[in-house]
């Protein structure tokens, strides 16, 4: 025989041992290593009280009962069986590989035909790499076919070549092939296995593993001694290879509808499973979710390694067009002229240890909020008993916006792009089959907090979001300002890119740094600037008054404040003069855009770079060090009911809110919102400063949101089609009677935040302007979005209302967020419709309060993986998931043991003015004062003109409100006291009751 380099024959014993034995040295070694790195594994504690049975072992009982054990189930022996057949024929191959080419070509070179045959070695890796990929968080059993067809065409191929060069392409695709074909079989083993079955199933596979390639080592042995070619020996494979594929496929048909299935959408589409663990290995599943989109069910069956029975509208399944292909994937279908068919063909299918995925809300949602829960599955179950099947909930998110789903054809366009879209299922626990729909739907919601996870976690920080959003959207216009002009996306890049290194010199050793701005064009480029320095941008309340500013000033350590002094005086003239500490540095915009329209150089070399260097550049050379976890900004709370807390807001938090609320409004491309808010709001940092810009919606700013005028000609001029206010500034515009109704025409969208909506504000709004206030709810500790009301819409295919809209609600939880009401002081989770403190879940709950690891600890709350945040509101959730707020729990007088809502109160006088026909320019605020005989008392502070202010006193006493609703006593004021958002100041009312009574 040749030696290993092939220069010459060795023809002696005493020539060939000396050749070989480096070989068994490195063997020896190996198993050395191997022996020691099995002594290195952990211990663990058994998990069974189980013995090794020697009698049971010698005699064969063992190995016989774990035999039987793989052939009770058909998906395990199935398995098994596959497995085996590779192994065997790949055996086989390896065995006579080298005989077949000393016959056929004459080759001698052990060590070239072991290097052929090393190939085999080397497609097994790859083809494990592509399996794990496709399987990284679900079994892809569309790669059992997949790999069993390559297997098949590679042993077809081995008698096909004239030379040694193809065999290497051959066994490399051979191994490769094989890959795909073994993983997802082993990987099926285990999850079809029972929970402490898994080793003895392991066990008797590895026995028909080697018993299979005992046999075939067997049979090569007595066709060599027969001298039998080695060509019938490859023959040999290429039957049983063929023979064996096909009856694995053939009885695991789903698995080639799966091939088909990841085929057509593995190019566009990266599915990401979570709560696999959930999904039950056996027994029928009633699998009940959200629907989103016409491919829903392949999302459903390429995330499950089990055949999934689909439920159809009939009049779907009878176009002839995709019957056939429907019939493969045996679906269900279902009317109302024959739903009782059907749902005893559902009940039949799950007694019999099936998979049958229904989609409740009846037809595809119009607004990419969950629809109603139609009761219908809940017919099925009733033939079920709760042993037979279990209700698995799942939440679909990342197809809304695609081109199958309903949305806006303006929003699928901005949400279209080259890369993959990045879709997430999440499996929920298991329910109990009567399980009833606003049970399931209550579930759904929650479970869509885990599948926005994977899409949260992979947010990009806003520097690196902003970036991304300039140079996609380049010479667009970005911002309007009322004072300031418009600029476009390139143009605020590149003088960001400048901003941010000066900053980045200005703050050096400083990570919080203060703002004190409106909302403007010169504050998107601070804060925007900011953020690409890295820096933690703290927009300080203005409207607050000295003593917290300079309390968030000392909080926050802040060293260097920007602001404007434009605005400056102009809040001098309104009788606020602010004053800071001597070792703060106060830097004026007018200064810092001065320096950059002077160093023209400096700014024509960053718009080049703007326009020509791609995201990835930019990014690495303004953007270094921060993580999406790591806290953008800081926000003092409204302090509307004590003193203002710092709440710590993460780059994830922000931008999770962002992409929540762009969903649900349909952010188009001819899309402009108004920024008016002030940025020290989290209502308008997150929502009307920074979505737009980062999301490519015309943001329109005007500094004053008090200014009527001034807000509805700018409206009016750029045509807004979204507007986001507080019901205070909301109620302004309506009262305005230089604020015509042609100039709200092209509003699409009015939300109301930030504090309840009056419904006297909401009905004078579509009065004069006939546009409807959709309110929303949330707070400065969650981003603030938690829920929000939304147009409805109308399925004319199926003549039904999508409601995303609900008088007396705040509306539903964006997607990805969650609410529970729960007993304030178990926790406990309370049924539909009963009130209780309502807590909000979702990615966009803060990181926590500045230097107050206490408070934080008392209103975040860890359950079943979520992080809760205590909002303070009692109230309840419907059985549509519509979430109605009766009051703040700070906001109830205790009086003679009766709790009275105060917010309750005030609606009341709410009604008394409109009939009575009182002045709306009355205001008033009900407050709760310690009394020593009652225990509470209710005070109520009026202001207004003095004869409308006691013909309400006059209503009041007259009125048929209980008498626990009439307050004890009517304070006359100057003014309401109210925050710079718009809010009424809670604790300073209550103040100023007490001072007044001394």
């Not at 399996?131 to 990284?136: L, N, V, W």
């Not at 049979?219 to 001694?225: E, K, M, N, R």
């Not at 037809?363 to 139609?374: A, D, Y």
Request: neutral net charge; glycine residues 8%; proline residues 3%.
């Amino acid at each position: 025989m040749y030696s290993a380099s092939g220069l010459g024959i060795l023809a002696t014993k005493g020539e060939i041992l000396p050749s070989h034995a480096p070989l068994g040295f490195v063997l020896m070694a190996c198993a050395v290593a191997e022996l020691y790195l099995c002594y290195r594994l952990p211990t663990m504690t058994q998990g069974s009280s189980e013995s090794f049975d020697k009698e049971a072992y010698l005699s064969g009982k063992s190995l016989k009962r774990n035999l039987a054990l793989l052939q009770s189930h058909r998906n395990i022996w199935l398995s098994v069986v596959g497995i085996a057949v590779f192994w065997s024929i790949s055996q086989l191959l390896l065995a006579s590989f080298p005989t077949y080419v000393k016959a056929e070509f004459n080759e001698l070179n052990t060590f070239k035909v072991q290097m052929i045959i090393g190939f085999s070695g080397l497609g097994i890796i790859v083809g494990s790499i592509i399996a794990g990929r496709f399987s990284k968080q679900y079994i892809e059993t569309g790669l059992i076919p997949l790999g069993a067809l390559l297997v098949c065409l590679m042993t077809l191929l081995l008698l096909s070549f004239s030379s040694l060069t193809p065999y290497a392409i051959v066994f490399f695709l051979f191994g490769m092939g094989g890959a795909l074909f073994v993983i997802p079989l082993n990987a099926l083993i285990q999850f079809h296995a029972k929970e402490g079955e898994l080793g003895k199933v392991l066990a008797g596979n590895n026995f028909i593993q080697n018993i299979g390639m005992l046999g075939f080592l067997v049979i090569g042995t007595i066709a060599s001694l027969a001298q039998i070619e080695v060509s019938y020996l490859f023959y040999l494979c290429m039957v049983v290879a063929i023979g064996g594929m096909i009856y694995v496929v053939r009885l695991l048909p789903f698995s080639l509808v799966r091939m088909l299935v990841t085929l057509a959408f593995f190019q566009r589409y990266r599915l990401n499973v979570e709560g696999f663990e959930n999904i039950p290995e056996q027994g029928g599943v009633f699998l009940l979710g959200n629907h989103i989109s016409f491919v829903d069910w392949a999302m459903v069956q390429l995330a499950l390694p089990r055949k999934v029975y689909f439920v159809m509208e009939r009049s779907y399944y009878d176009r002839w067009y995709i019957r056939i292909f429907l019939d493969l994937f045996g679906v269900i279908p279902v009317s109302n002229a024959g739903s009782k068919r059907a749902l005893e063909s559902i009940a039949q299918k799950l007694q019999e240890g099936h998979m049958v995925c229904l989609f409740p809300e009846g037809s595809i949602s119009r607004h990419g909020h969950l629809n109603e829960f139609k009761s219908g599955f809940e017919l099925a179950a009733k033939h079920l008993e709760s042993h037979q099947a279990v209700i698995l909930p799942f939440y679909i998110r990342g197809l809304w916006g695609s081109a199958f789903s309903r949305s806006h054809t303006g929003f699928q366009e901005r949400r279209k792009s080259f890369a993959k879209r990045n879709i997430t299922i999440a499996f929920g626990e298991s329910l109990d089959i009567h399980s009833n729909a606003q049970q399931v739907k209550a579930k759904v919601f929650e479970l869509s907090f885990s599948a926005w996870k994977s899409q949260c976690e992979a947010l990009p920080t806003l520097s690196r979001a902003w970036i991304d959003s300039a140079k996609k959207w380049g010479s667009e216009v970005a911002i309007v300002d009322s004072m300031s002009g418009s600029m476009s996306y390139t143009r605020m890049l590149a003088i960001t890119l400048i901003l941010s290194k000066l900053f980045a010199n200005q703050t050096k050793e400083q990570q919080n740094v203060g703002i004190i701005l409106p909302a403007s064009l010169a504050s998107s480029l601070c804060n925007l600037s900011l953020l690409m320095a890295s820096k933690t941008i703290v927009n300080l309340n203005f409207t607050a008054g000295q003593k917290a500013i300079d309390a968030a000033i000392a909080s926050a350590q802040i060293k260097t404040i920007y602001t404007s002094q434009k605005f400056m005086d102009k809040l001098e003239g309104k009788g606020v003069a602010l004053s800071f500490p001597q070792n703060v540095k106060v830097l004026y915009m007018e200064d810092l855009i001065g320096i950059v329209k002077s160093n023209k150089i400096d700014f024509v070399c960053k718009m080049i770079q703007a326009i020509l260097l791609p995201s990835f550049i930019l990014k690495w050379l303004y953007v270094k060090g921060v993580k999406n976890t790591d806290v953008a900004a800081i926000l003092f709370s409204s302090g509307s009911e004590g003193k203002p807390k710092g709440v710590m807001l993460s780059h994830l938090n922000i931008m999770s809110n962002i992409l929540q609320i762009s969903d649900v409004i349909h952010a188009r491309s001819e899309d402009s919102m108004l920024s008016s808010l002030p940025p020290f709001h989290a209502f308008g940092l997150t929502v009307t400063m920074l979505m737009p810009l980062l999301e490519g919606m015309l943001s329109v700013t005007h500094a004053d949101p008090t200014d009527a005028v001034g807000i509805a000609k700018a409206v009016a001029k750029n045509k807004v089609s979204v507007m986001c206010g507080t019901s205070t500034f909301l109620g302004i515009y309506a009262r305005n009677s230089k604020v015509d109704k042609m100039m709200f025409d092209s509003l699409r969208l009015v939300v109301a935040g930030a504090e309840k909506l009056k419904k006297d504000v909401k009905e004078a709004f579509v009065m004069k302007f006939n546009k409807e206030i959709y309110e929303g709810y949330g707070a400065t500790e969650t981003t603030p979005v938690a829920s929000v009301n939304l147009p409805s819409e109308f399925d004319a295919d199926n003549w039904e209302l999508h409601k995303a809209s609900k008088d007396g609600s705040v509306g539903m939880p964006l997607p990805g967020s969650a609410i529970r009401i729960v007993d304030p002081n178990t926790m406990e989770e309370l049924p539909v419709g009963e009130d209780g403190l309502i807590l909000i879940g979702g990615h966009q709950v803060m990181v926590g309060y500045l230097n107050d690891e206490e408070k934080t600890r008392e209103v975040i709350v860890e359950l079943d993986g979520i992080r809760w945040y205590k909002s303070g509101d009692k109230g309840h959730l419907d059985s549509n998931g519509f979430i109605h707020i009766v009051d703040r729990y700070s906001r109830f007088a205790k009086i003679g043991g009766e709790m009275v809502s105060l917010g309750g109160i005030e609606e009341e006088i709410a009604k008394i003015i409109k009939k009575e026909e009182i002045d709306e320019s009355v205001k008033y605020v009900a407050v709760a004062l310690e009394d020593s005989k009652k225990g509470e008392s209710v005070v109520l502070l009026v202001s207004g003109e003095q004869e409308q202010c006691q013909k309400l006193e006059s209503a009041l006493k007259d009125s048929a409100l209980p008498t626990l609703f009439k307050p004890s006593k009517i304070l006359y004021v100057e003014t309401i006291p109210v925050l710079g958002s718009g809010k009424v100041d809670l604790k300073g009312a209550k103040d100023l009751a007490e001072k007044l009574l001394g």
